[in-house]
């Protein structure tokens, strides 16, 4: 056999050794060549070496037939390139990119691509600057990892400076470049774009498909993204795992209530689950029921809707199982409360040999904040031996939920002792619970910490340190974290002006908002709620009209949240038939929207209508709160509705299983006081496990200055002077109700006791809105 022939029969076992990734057959092989001197300086014969060992993971000995190579050419350099990328040493990789004495389009796309594979994007980004530098036209390879890169940094202004570069080179057809750049628009959220490069699309593929499923379901537009899986079947696209993962990842994201005609013509009665039982035949018909990733996702989406059910039948009937698989059970028992089934699961879990990872533990610990057993998830988060921040951030969500802002502060204190950085979401929980106790000095040693972790900027957390100042009434610093925000987006105005609405300062929160509306921002529910809360302290119904119109305007009056707002608005600037008319017009009515309605009826004076309204809001099914007693007590009081009173009250415990509190047994013993029953009233207070509270001896003392009840009046004055010593209250009550009897000697000695106890009494004031003005 002459030389010719003999290179390419050993060329071609190689290429069976590379196909085959047989190891020990290309040892043998590279020593028959090292052996026979005219094969060892063969160029052809070591690149194809290279890329063997390569091939079988052997960086070490590809590196040193490179090294041992008599002769070099662009190839060798390439394929050495090729598999120090591959084995992801790209520090040795740098090294031979810069050693390399010529370079081709293939040298810098190796870089580049295996740069992207491995999640540096910034730095792949830098080398492909540096080719378009020196002068290289990019491949559509080129073109298809940037435009991964820019998709993984949400870099979208990059990825459209390369696209109009694809345009100029003609490469936007290409199926790979087009591919790419669907998924970085779909990525970016930039759908528009998406669809257009979609449909310049001649013959789009599986690929095509999925990232426009997906890129249209991030940006909630279900229906269109199951449409273009009724497209994709239609066209006889290949429907692969991928396509049908991505499409039970859409239904899951439709929830319950999405409704579509994707497969069969449904109508209102069916549920988006219908569409995801179609998949899952599907799936089956199409024989993938093994796949381990797709099953997962059916296992997600059944867990999504609440179908518990099914997704345990689909679990149980897992040809294997992985972490994963039993995740998402442990999620979807947690986002049904049952929290019970999720710690059962997880020990399943353990005894079937699986370790809970990170996760395990987030899903625990986010079961047990659902179902409002902290104990456990806090039991749950000690038993970890190094928790991360995300688990720390569960418990925190916790506690804050629950309003255990004491154990939030302490758990973040440890987190600092054990020198756990916090992220974002740390900050944000930790400023909420501060507010919440109103912990300046903690507040601003947090400040200090996001400062330290440059998080400060972050507008979740600038809008928690806005929050804290505040609701500390330091709102000269919360405008000056305000005005340190390089972009304002709406949380952060709302935040704003909400701190300015809580300290009364409702003039300043309407510039603020004027301001907003000129910088381009819409305002939402929160935004409008707020407003009217101002609205309602300024007694302005002038202003509250034009924020109505405003809502109208937006498409926010059917908004049970703003409604409410609206109807407290109106009944607070005494036009109580304005709020009537809100009222009847919301087409849905939560216990808040009747709650304020006969609030307001009490605090207009129409007792009737309010309890009216009362028994209107039973009969709807409409299940009434604490809230809601507190409102038609109050009303019967100031109506005279006795009985009335008494009987609602009674019905609390016996009708409704609500446990009267401190305010219900106020307005009782009001109530009861207005009529003069005052023999109810002691009876009352002593039944009642709120001795000690002023406010009842004050509505009792205000009483009894009415009917002239000096004993009484003289015994409340005695319990509030114990209670609170320096309030002037009941002195004045007191001292009033002397002089209206004319008792001298007994207002002289009550004046003398407040002289004594160095009692001063704050001067009232009030105001009116008259012709547009205050």
Same mark, same amino acid.
């Given at each position: 056999?002459?030389?010719?022939?003999?290179?390419?029969?050993?060329?071609?076992?190689?290429?069976?050794?590379?196909?085959?990734?047989?190891?020990?057959?290309?040892?043998?092989?590279?020593?028959?060549?090292?052996?026979?001197?005219?094969?060892?300086?063969?160029?052809?014969?070591?690149?194809?070496?290279?890329?063997?060992?390569?091939?079988?993971?052997?960086?070490?000995?590809?590196?040193?037939?490179?090294?041992?190579?008599?002769?070099?050419?662009?190839?060798?350099? /390439?394929?050495?390139?090729?598999?120090? $990328?591959?084995?992801?040493?790209?520090?040795?990789?740098?090294?031979?990119?810069?050693?390399?004495?010529?370079?081709?389009?293939?040298?810098?796309? /190796?870089?580049?691509?295996?740069?992207?594979?491995?999640?540096?994007?910034?730095?792949?980004?830098?080398?492909?600057?540096?080719?378009?530098?020196?002068?290289?036209?990019?491949?559509?390879?080129?073109?298809?990892?940037?435009?991964?890169?820019?998709?993984?940094?949400?870099?979208?202004?990059?990825?459209?400076? $390369?696209?109009?570069?694809?345009?100029?080179?003609?490469?936007?057809?290409?199926?790979?470049?087009?591919?790419?750049?669907?998924?970085?628009?779909?990525?970016?959220?930039?759908?528009?774009?998406?669809?257009?490069?979609?449909?310049?699309?001649?013959?789009?593929?599986?690929?095509?498909?999925?990232?426009?499923?997906?890129?249209?379901?991030?940006?909630?537009?279900?229906?269109?993204?199951?449409?273009?899986?009724?497209?994709?079947?239609?066209?006889?696209?290949?429907?692969?795992?991928?396509?049908?993962?991505?499409?039970?990842?859409?239904?899951?994201?439709?929830?319950?209530?999405?409704?579509?005609?994707?497969?069969?013509?449904?109508?209102?009665?069916?549920?988006?689950?219908?569409?995801?039982?179609?998949?899952?035949?599907?799936?089956?018909?199409?024989?993938?029921?093994?796949?381990?990733?797709?099953?997962?996702?059916?296992?997600?989406?059944?867990?999504?809707?609440?179908?518990?059910?099914?997704?345990?039948?689909?679990?149980?009937?897992?040809?294997?199982?992985?972490?994963?698989?039993?995740?998402?059970?442990?999620?979807?028992?947690?986002?049904?409360?049952?929290?019970?089934?999720?710690?059962?699961?997880?020990?399943?879990?353990?005894?079937?040999?699986?370790?809970?990872?990170?996760?395990?533990?987030?899903?625990?610990?986010?079961?047990?904040?659902?179902?409002?057993?902290?104990?456990?998830?806090?039991?749950?988060?000690?038993?970890?031996?190094?928790?991360?921040?995300?688990?720390?951030?569960?418990?925190?969500?916790?506690?804050?939920?629950?309003?255990?802002?004491?154990?939030?502060?302490?758990?973040?204190?440890?987190?600092?002792?054990?020198?756990?950085?916090?992220?974002?979401?740390?900050?944000?929980?930790?400023?909420?619970?501060?507010?919440?106790?109103?912990?300046?000095?903690?507040?601003?040693?947090?400040?200090?910490?996001?400062?330290?972790?440059?998080?400060?900027?972050?507008?979740?957390?600038?809008?928690?340190?806005?929050?804290?100042?505040?609701?500390?009434?330091?709102?000269?610093?919360?405008?000056?974290?305000?005005?340190?925000?390089?972009?304002?987006?709406?949380?952060?105005?709302?935040?704003?002006?909400?701190?300015?609405?809580?300290?009364?300062?409702?003039?300043?929160?309407?510039?603020?908002?004027?301001?907003?509306?000129?910088?381009?921002?819409?305002?939402?529910?929160?935004?409008?709620?707020?407003?009217?809360?101002? $609205?309602?302290?300024?007694?302005?119904?002038?202003?509250?009209?034009?924020?109505?119109?405003?809502?109208?305007?937006?498409?926010?009056? /059917?908004?049970?949240?703003?409604?409410?707002?609206?109807?407290?608005?109106?009944?607070?600037?005494?036009?109580?038939?304005?709020?009537?008319?809100?009222?009847?017009?919301?087409?849905?009515?939560?216990?808040?929207?009747?709650?304020?309605?006969?609030?307001?009826?009490?605090?207009?004076?129409?007792?009737?209508?309010?309890?009216?309204?009362?028994?209107?809001?039973?009969?709807?099914?409409?299940?009434?709160?604490?809230?809601?007693?507190?409102?038609?007590?109050?009303?019967?009081?100031?109506?005279?509705?006795?009985?009335?009173?008494?009987?609602?009250?009674?019905?609390?415990?016996?009708?409704?299983?609500?446990?009267?509190?401190?305010?219900?047994?106020?307005?009782?013993?009001?109530?009861?006081?207005?009529?003069?029953?005052?023999?109810?009233?002691?009876?009352?207070?002593?039944?009642?496990?709120?001795?000690?509270?002023?406010?009842?001896?004050?509505?009792?003392?205000?009483?009894?200055?009415?009917?002239?009840?000096?004993?009484?009046?003289?015994?409340?004055?005695?319990?509030?002077?114990?209670?609170?010593?320096?309030?002037?209250?009941?002195?004045?009550?007191?001292?009033?109700?002397?002089?209206?009897?004319?008792?001298?000697?007994?207002?002289?000695?009550?004046?003398?006791?407040?002289?004594?106890?160095?009692?001063?009494?704050?001067?009232?004031?009030?105001?009116?809105?008259?012709?547009?003005?205050?």
């Amino acid at each position: 056999m002459d030389k010719r022939k003999t290179s390419m029969y050993v060329a071609d076992l190689l290429q069976c050794c590379i196909d085959k990734k047989a190891h020990l057959s290309g040892k043998l092989l590279h020593a028959y060549i090292f052996r026979n001197h005219q094969l060892f300086n063969n160029n052809f014969l070591s690149n194809r070496l290279i890329e063997f060992y390569s091939k079988c993971n052997n960086t070490n000995s590809a590196q040193h037939v490179f090294d041992i190579m008599p002769q070099r050419d662009i190839y060798s350099w /390439n394929a050495i390139l090729s598999a120090q $990328c591959k084995a992801h040493n790209f520090p040795v990789a740098h090294k031979l990119f810069d050693e390399m004495p010529e370079r081709n389009v293939v040298s810098w796309n /190796n870089l580049i691509s295996a740069l992207v594979r491995n999640g540096f994007e910034e730095k792949a980004l830098n080398v492909y600057h540096d080719m378009i530098r020196e002068g290289y036209v990019p491949t559509h390879f080129t073109l298809a990892s940037i435009f991964s890169a820019c998709a993984a940094l949400l870099d979208v202004a990059h990825g459209s400076r $390369c696209h109009a570069l694809a345009i100029k080179i003609g490469l936007d057809y290409n199926m790979y470049v087009a591919n790419a750049l669907l998924c970085l628009y779909a990525k970016c959220g930039r759908t528009k774009y998406a669809i257009q490069v979609f449909e310049e699309m001649e013959a789009p593929n599986e690929v095509t498909f999925t990232a426009m499923m997906g890129g249209l379901a991030m940006t909630d537009r279900v229906v269109e993204a199951l449409e273009m899986f009724k497209l994709m079947h239609k066209k006889r696209v290949c429907i692969d795992s991928v396509s049908l993962s991505s499409v039970l990842g859409v239904c899951a994201r439709g929830g319950s209530g999405g409704k579509s005609d994707v497969f069969v013509q449904v109508d209102d009665r069916f549920s988006s689950n219908v569409l995801g039982q179609q998949v899952h035949c599907l799936t089956i018909k199409l024989g993938f029921e093994s796949d381990l990733h797709l099953s997962n996702s059916l296992l997600d989406m059944y867990a999504k809707y609440g179908d518990m059910d099914s997704a345990d039948m689909v679990f149980a009937n897992l040809p294997e199982v992985s972490v994963v698989s039993w995740n998402v059970m442990l999620a979807g028992y947690g986002q049904k409360y049952q929290i019970q089934k999720a710690i059962e699961f997880m020990q399943r879990m353990q005894t079937c040999g699986f370790e809970p990872d990170e996760v395990t533990y987030i899903n625990m610990l986010a079961a047990c904040v659902k179902s409002g057993d902290i104990e456990t998830g806090r039991q749950m988060f000690d038993s970890m031996l190094s928790p991360s921040v995300s688990s720390c951030n569960a418990i925190l969500s916790g506690y804050s939920q629950n309003e255990n802002h004491k154990e939030a502060v302490q758990l973040f204190r440890e987190m600092q002792f054990h020198g756990l950085q916090s992220d974002r979401t740390t900050l944000a929980i930790i400023l909420s619970s501060c507010a919440a106790l109103g912990l300046l000095e903690a507040g601003k040693q947090v400040h200090a910490a996001s400062q330290k972790s440059a998080f400060h900027m972050d507008k979740y957390v600038a809008s928690g340190l806005i929050g804290i100042y505040s609701k500390c009434q330091k709102t000269e610093l919360a405008e000056r974290v305000f005005c340190k925000i390089p972009e304002l987006d709406i949380v952060c105005w709302n935040s704003m002006i909400s701190g300015l609405s809580l300290n009364s300062q409702d003039r300043e929160a309407f510039m603020f908002f004027k301001q907003m509306r000129k910088n381009g921002l819409i305002p939402t529910q929160f935004t409008f709620a707020t407003l009217l809360s101002s $609205c309602s302290k300024l007694s302005s119904s002038l202003q509250g009209r034009q924020v109505h119109a405003l809502i109208e305007k937006d498409g926010y009056v /059917n908004d049970v949240f703003v409604g409410s707002a609206l109807i407290d608005m109106y009944c607070k600037c005494g036009d109580i038939e304005g709020a009537r008319t809100i009222f009847n017009m919301m087409p849905g009515k939560s216990t808040v929207t009747w709650n304020e309605m006969i609030h307001g009826y009490a605090q207009n004076g129409y007792g009737d209508e309010a309890v009216c309204l009362y028994e209107d809001m039973i009969a709807s099914g409409e299940k009434p709160d604490s809230i809601t007693f507190i409102s038609v007590l109050t009303a019967c009081s100031h109506s005279g509705l006795v009985d009335t009173a008494v009987e609602i009250f009674n019905s609390m415990q016996q009708e409704h299983e609500l446990i009267p509190v401190l305010d219900h047994y106020t307005c009782m013993v009001d109530c009861l006081g207005r009529a003069g029953r005052f023999n109810e009233v002691e009876m009352l207070i002593d039944e009642m496990p709120y001795k000690d509270d002023p406010i009842v001896w004050e509505v009792l003392l205000s009483s009894c200055r009415v009917h002239a009840n000096v004993s009484l009046a003289k015994k409340a004055a005695q319990e509030l002077i114990r209670l609170d010593p320096k309030s002037s209250s009941p002195y004045v009550l007191l001292s009033n109700i002397y002089s209206s009897l004319g008792r001298w000697d007994d207002l002289r000695a009550i004046r003398e006791l407040m002289n004594k106890n160095h009692v001063t009494k704050d001067p009232g004031y009030s105001w009116i809105e008259y012709e547009n003005v205050m």
